[in-house]
């Protein structure tokens, strides 16, 4: 899967400034004023998205996240929490069918990369030609994948989990990749996983 380390906007003053009305920094003197540390992210990206009228949640996130970067904030292995992404899609398929693509070497390299193969069992890899790679701590047939996963010009090793659930006998996935450390590689990889699950989609429903 090829995954472009992107972000949907500049990270910049001046794109902050015409999406939101202030600079980057005056934002983080406004969650200085707020508390924002002591009242937490979630706290913190609600408190931003009421004050900038019309804006999707794009900033907020990005200003929440960056601001506890900035603060120096980190978790127990020294790096910042980062950001979290979900990819979702309902396909008109039982979960049995779904999961079985997934695990299947011919059809997760049919929706994930002609190159992708994986051993989809706790201790096996994924890796594929675009540089993908990831090791599964955790595989529950037909409800939830659990791996580690890294991609060309991450930070760091992210978590994803990937999440099949019925839904009246359709599939609901959920694509979730957590500690990305940059925007650009949260929205290389959301973009990446919303192609990737198109795909998924197509073959499972053909």
């Given at each position: 899967?090829?995954?472009?380390?992107?972000p949907?906007?500049?990270?910049?003053d001046?794109?902050?400034?015409?999406?939101?009305?202030?600079?980057?920094?005056?934002?983080?003197?406004?969650?200085?004023?707020?508390?924002?540390?002591?009242?937490?992210?979630?706290e913190?990206?609600?408190?931003?998205?009421?004050?900038?009228?019309?804006?999707?949640?794009?900033?907020?996130?990005?200003?929440?996240?960056?601001?506890e970067?900035?603060?120096?904030?980190?978790?127990?292995?020294?790096?910042?929490?980062?950001?979290?992404?979900?990819?979702?899609?309902?396909?008109?398929?039982?979960?049995?069918?779904?999961?079985?693509?997934?695990?299947?070497?011919k059809?997760?390299?049919?929706?994930?990369?002609?190159?992708?193969?994986?051993?989809?069992?706790?201790?096996g890899?994924?890796?594929?030609?675009?540089?993908c790679?990831?090791?599964?701590?955790?595989?529950r047939?037909?409800?939830?994948?659990?791996?580690?996963?890294?991609?060309?010009?991450?930070?760091?090793?992210?978590?994803?989990d990937?999440?099949?659930?019925?839904?009246?006998?359709?599939?609901?996935?959920?694509?979730?990749?957590?500690?990305?450390?940059?925007?650009?590689?949260?929205?290389?990889?959301?973009?990446?996983?919303?192609?990737?699950?198109?795909?998924?989609?197509?073959?499972?429903?053909s």
């Amino acid at each position: 899967m090829q995954v472009a380390n992107r972000p949907d906007h500049p990270l910049e003053d001046a794109a902050c400034k015409e999406a939101t009305g202030k600079t980057i920094a005056q934002w983080f003197a406004e969650l200085d004023a707020f508390g924002a540390l002591d009242k937490g992210r979630r706290e913190s990206v609600n408190h931003l998205y009421s004050s900038i009228p019309g804006t999707d949640v794009w900033w907020p996130t990005t200003l929440a996240v960056e601001y506890e970067r900035h603060k120096g904030i980190t978790k127990k292995d020294g790096l910042p929490e980062g950001y979290t992404i979900c990819c979702t899609k309902t396909i008109a398929a039982p979960v049995e069918k779904t999961y079985a693509a997934w695990t299947d070497s011919k059809g997760f390299a049919s929706f994930f990369c002609a190159s992708g193969k994986q051993d989809a069992k706790e201790g096996g890899e994924l890796s594929c030609g675009c540089g993908c790679k990831g090791a599964f701590s955790r595989v529950r047939p037909n409800k939830d994948l659990r791996m580690t996963w890294e991609h060309p010009g991450a930070s760091a090793p992210m978590t994803l989990d990937v999440q099949f659930q019925d839904n009246k006998g359709k599939t609901l996935m959920n694509v979730m990749t957590s500690r990305i450390q940059t925007r650009a590689e949260a929205d290389g990889l959301r973009n990446a996983w919303s192609d990737a699950l198109n795909r998924l989609k197509a073959l499972v429903e053909s």
